[in-house]
């Protein structure tokens, strides 16, 4: 039986890609970033592998992680959000989308970009970042905050030591590895 993530995930058609090519890897695009966060705050109390599944129709619901134009949406987006079967239609959780949203544009305009913002608060650990995402934006609970800085980087533990990814994400230099 699988012990990790990287155990499991070889052979595995969505979970191979992810963690090959995006899980814990240093990440510095703003819509990806928000992407991220969004899917993160969505797989709460399912399944990554739910979420993978569904990640095209997230994309295409929330047009394509545009912070600004999810920013901006109102009621009929929302209605249309509620609405689609390819996505969580947890009224929670697309609030939580659109209000961080709106954070993170504030975010942008003071620190020139999301990671900017991380870069400014890394090093700290699981338990301050938890503390600091709670202040700054919606449905960010200690297990959604751990995995979105693990799933980029800010905090170590995406792959074990044994996994072929831990040493190319390392050599990517992750915020975790520099803090060491």
Known sequence: M?????DAAPGHPFHEPYHDT????PQRDDRVLFERLVLEINQAGL????ILKKRPAFTAAYDGFDIDKV????EAEVARLLGDP????NRLKVAAAIEN???????IAEHGSFAGWLDKH???DKAGWVKLFGQTFRFTGGEIVGEFLMSLGYLPGAHAPHCPQYKT???????WAAAR
Request: glycine share 8%; proline share 5%.
């Open 2 to 6: 699988a012990t990790t993530y990287c």
């Open 22 to 25: 995006e899980y814990g890897f």
């Open 47 to 50: 399944s990554w592998l739910t």
């Open 71 to 74: 920013a901006a949406y109102g």
């Open 86 to 89: 390819g996505i969580i239609r």
């Open 101 to 107: 949203a709106k954070r993170l544009q504030v975010i």
């Open 122 to 124: 890394h090093p700290l």
């Open 169 to 175: 994400v390392l050599a990517l230099k992750p915020a």
